[in-house]
């Protein structure tokens, strides 16, 4: 796998009780295209997120977008505008059952790359955790010049 883009995440998790809690991270990944005429980004975690030694990968195609997560955690969200899937997210400490219920999504990517925004709600045991926004700007890495 050989990194061709630069990805910076911004997420940003609001709860019933207290303040919001906010993430960014800027990493090296890669951009490919698939035979159904979507696109998957994928990258690998880091400490910073919590999710060392974890690859993550976005899968973006018409009006629906995969999030699948394979390592030290493993998980599969679904997102999708005004609907509500049920997935696991398994843990080093056990797995939990989560739902996703999508509010809004956009996505402009494309070959050279763009932005990923998705504004969802998350719910354990069908309580709502927080409501979550991310943001996912991807941008073709420059050619090194020699």
């Known amino acids: 796998m050989t990194d061709n883009v ?4 911004k997420g ?4 019933a009780e207290g303040g919001p809690d906010e993430v960014e991270l800027v990493t090296a990944g890669t951009l490919k295209r698939d035979g159904a005429g979507g696109y998957t980004v994928s ?5 910073l997120t919590g999710l060392e030694g974890t690859t993550t ?3 973006i195609g018409k009006g629906r977008a995969t999030l699948l997560r394979e390592g030290s955690v493993n998980s599969q969200m679904v997102f999708e505008e005004g609907r509500r899937h049920l997935s696991m997210y398994e843990t ?5 059952s ?3 219920s999508t509010k809004r999504m956009r996505s402009t990517l494309g070959e050279s790359g763009g ?3 998705i504004d969802y709600a998350i719910e354990i045991d069908n309580l709502i955790a927080g409501q ?4 996912m700007s991807v941008k073709k890495n420059p050619p090194l010049r020699q």
């Open 6 to 9: 630069i990805i910076s995440i």
């Open 12 to 15: 940003k998790q609001l709860y």
């Open 43 to 47: 990258y690998q975690e880091s400490e």
């Open 57 to 59: 990968r976005l899968h």
């Open 92 to 96: 080093p400490y056990g797995a939990l």
């Open 98 to 100: 989560i739902g996703v």
């Open 115 to 117: 932005d990923v925004e």
């Open 132 to 135: 979550n926004l991310f943001r």
